[in-house]
């Protein structure tokens, strides 16, 4: 039961690179998400997407672009990463639409160091 | 807009004591509640959830909530604690269009 799958789980950057973080779920679930996590201030959306076909903005989405590949598959783009990128970043699905009516299952993580 | 506030950021206790993690929450609506647990480089794992139903809540573990709106809180216990219970704990509120994570509160279990 592999759940939700984030790669790669550590990746360093040079301020102005860009990369792309993958995230697949094999529970057939409707919503995926991407949050960043950082001290001392929980986690927070940073994109989302309803339904395959469909992505919204969350609460912290300059410097971000994300693509819903088909229903398993959501990736995150940083197109010129920043140091105040610097986070660990979740993925997580969930089976219901909306930005978040019910129980969320996370990946284990992904952390990103930007020099 | 919605916010969730957990009252502590670390929380140190014995093993086999009682564990209290506190949050409040603030909303216009009558929310969901829910508290997720991450172990160290590890994703967050859902404990328990509050969707108007009964107001004590129990979740994995051994672990319960109690849903109070007069107080907007939403504590979460446990009446033992074990040294796996170590791990960071976040309180949430959402409605259908918005989810809040509080800061998180840090249990640390001593032997």
């Known amino acids: 039961n592999a759940g939700v799958t984030q790669t790669p789980k550590f990746q360093v950057l040079k301020t102005g690179q860009s990369m792309t973080l993958q995230c697949a779920q094999d529970m057939n679930h409707n919503s995926m998400y991407w949050y960043r996590q950082d001290p001392g201030m929980g986690l927070r959306l940073i994109y989302y997407?309803?339904?395959?076909?469909?992505?919204d903005k969350g609460e912290v989405p300059n410097g971000y672009n994300v693509s819903r590949l088909n229903k398993r598959e959501f990736s995150l783009r940083l197109e010129s990463a920043a140091p105040s990128q610097t986070s660990v970043y979740f993925c997580?699905?969930?089976?219901?639409?909306?930005?978040?009516?019910?129980?969320?299952?996370f990946g284990e993580g992904s952390r990103l160091t930007v020099l | 807009a919605q916010s969730v506030t957990q009252l502590d950021s670390h929380v140190s206790v014995s093993e086999g004591t009682p564990v209290l993690l506190r949050c409040n929450y603030s909303?216009?609506?009558?929310?969901?509640l829910f508290w997720y647990v991450q172990h160290p480089n590890k994703g967050l794992q859902l404990l328990l959830k509050?969707?108007?139903?009964?107001?004590l809540v129990k979740g994995i573990n051994g672990f319960e909530a109690e849903f109070k709106k007069s107080e907007t809180s939403f504590h979460l216990t446990k009446p033992s604690a074990h040294m796996s219970d170590a791990a960071e704990y976040f309180c949430v509120v959402s409605d259908w269009d918005d989810m809040r994570f509080g800061a998180g509160t840090r249990l640390t279990v001593k032997p």
């Open positions: 509050y969707t108007s139903a009964a107001t």
């Open positions: 997407s309803a339904s395959e076909g469909t992505t």
């Open positions: 909303s216009s609506y009558s929310p969901s």
């Open positions: 997580a699905s969930s089976a219901l639409a909306g930005t978040n009516t019910g129980e969320l299952f």
